[in-house]
């Protein structure tokens, strides 16, 4: 009885872990475990934040109605107890991520996250997810003799870990063979130098990394002696090259421990690895493709694009004709995303029906239309002035650096700035007007009829340690 208490305690120990070091990866992350212990045990389910609800029919059709995930499965009594495993068929579930696989400590086990829109690649998360399965059937292989926290710790802090496992994975995948390039140190130079000034300015242009075989292949502007390649560890060095390449075509190349030198621009490698530094933030991409953003120093699965998807909806309810509500969505898509990228704050107040009295600001006469390119430019600097742009219909400027004042309301937040409470009040007094927030610090908030529609759920914290989850038939069932 005390080994099957050690046992579900890892379990709920390694589901903890791996929620909150998504969490740290993704924004707000749930996890829930399938797992069968032996070949002739049934189901159980760890979903304590209730992931899984509304996926019930499928899983009863996978797991009840069909007996495949049992029949099919390898013989794992035959297997190693510790770092042997087969990975099991992907469950397609919508708006979520999976991975498991079986073993022989652990016959069956399945782990869910949640799949989040603005994903660079799902890659990282399921070699998370992958981890978290050999975590739990090594903790089960010593059943509970050496019982201690590591797994949960070592799953919070995986991120590094993820995304290395993710581009082995896929450039051993493209190339047949292992890659030659030391991936942790690209990892952790990427970092110190995206956290790096160079007289206040954080840095942009890119690095590609290559293996020496593809060196040949580089079209070179400048490649520097074999004795005088700056080491890829001195941050500062590698900060004061992208100098170099900042604002154009050209490239460092690195072939992980040095830089080689700058090239022109070639096209890409399947597993071409390339840091893109973007000013605040930047992206890892293999083969082109985004892998992941980095910001602060840590690495994120983020696209660093606000999810706008509410702001469409509302607009699209709005009496602006469809062409209409369109057209106002790209053009608040364009100043936001200006904001976002130069890093200052702004507010914008969207008044479809213009219904609005004159605000506190200044006035524009006549509206400046901002179909036209050269005028949304503007826009885009006035955005940057104290106050609020006043939009009215579906595409006119009214007014710029306009104040927002309102009453008080309950839903106030205190650890929020200005801007944010002025147009949480401000929207509580004018229905059917919309407002958008950009922070300083890059989150983007909407706000109508005094609540914030993109506001993020709070999904509580679970008091209660339930040893003794629920067999699948009864979880189906409710109870």
């Not at 499965?73 to 397609?92: E, I």
């Not at 600001?361 to 742009?389: E, F, R, T």
Request: hydrophobic share 40%.
């Amino acid at each position: 009885m005390i080994q099957n208490t050690a046992k579900q305690l890892s379990a709920r120990n390694v589901l903890e872990g791996l929620r909150k070091g998504l969490t740290r990866f993704s924004g707000i992350c749930r996890a829930a475990l399938i797992m069968a212990e032996s070949p002739a045990s049934p189901l159980t389910v760890h979903d304590p934040r209730r992931l899984l609800r509304g996926h019930e029919p499928k899983l009863a059709k996978v797991f009840l109605e069909s007996d495949e995930w049992r029949s099919q499965a390898p013989d794992t009594l035959s297997m190693k107890p510790f770092g042997q495993a087969v990975w099991a068929p992907k469950l397609h579930l919508t708006g979520l991520i999976c991975s498991g696989g079986y073993s022989q400590p652990l016959f069956y086990q399945m782990w869910f996250t949640e799949l989040h829109p603005n994903m660079c690649s799902t890659g990282p998360t399921e070699r998370w997810l992958e981890h978290a399965s050999w975590l739990l059937a090594h903790d089960y292989a010593s059943e509970g003799a050496f019982f201690t926290s590591a797994s949960k710790h070592a799953l919070e802090a995986f991120e590094q870990h993820a995304v290395r496992n993710h581009l082995f994975t896929e450039m051993s995948r493209t190339l047949g063979r292992p890659p030659q390039v030391p991936l942790y140190p690209i990892l952790e130079a990427v970092l110190a130098v995206s956290s790096t000034r160079e007289e206040g300015q954080a840095p942009s242009g890119r690095i590609i990394f290559v293996e020496p075989r593809d060196a040949q292949d580089i079209p070179w502007l400048v490649r520097f002696p074999a004795t005088e390649r700056p080491s890829l560890s001195n941050a500062k060095h590698v900060r004061k090259l992208l100098l170099a390449v900042e604002d154009s075509t050209r490239r460092l190349v690195s072939d992980g421990e040095r830089v080689l030198g700058i090239s022109a621009p070639a096209g890409h490698l399947a597993a071409r690895l390339t840091a893109d530094f973007q000013d605040r933030f930047g992206f890892l991409r293999l083969g082109g493709r985004p892998v992941c953003s980095f910001v602060d120093g840590a690495y994120q699965s983020s696209t660093r694009k606000p999810n706008l998807v509410l702001l469409e909806e509302a607009l699209l309810e709005s009496n602006l004709s469809p062409d209409d509500a369109s057209r106002l969505f790209h053009i608040v898509t364009a100043v936001v995303d200006e904001a976002r990228r130069r890093g200052f704050g702004c507010s914008l107040v969207l008044d479809p029906e213009g219904t609005l009295p004159p605000m506190a600001g200044q006035h524009v006469d006549p509206p400046l239309d901002l179909d036209d390119p050269q005028n949304l430019d503007l826009a885009k600097s006035l955005a940057k002035l104290d106050g609020a742009l006043h939009l009215i219909g579906g595409s006119n400027l009214a007014a710029f650096a306009c104040l927002l004042d309102g009453k008080g309301v309950e839903s106030e937040d205190r650890s929020r700035g200005a801007r944010f409470n002025s147009a949480l009040r401000f929207t509580a007094m004018h229905q059917g007007i919309i407002a958008v927030v950009v922070s300083a610090d890059a989150p983007v908030f909407i706000f109508q009829g005094g609540v914030q529609l993109n506001a993020m759920c709070d999904l509580g914290h679970e008091d209660v340690l339930d040893l003794t989850p629920p067999a699948l038939a009864d979880w189906l069932e409710g109870q």
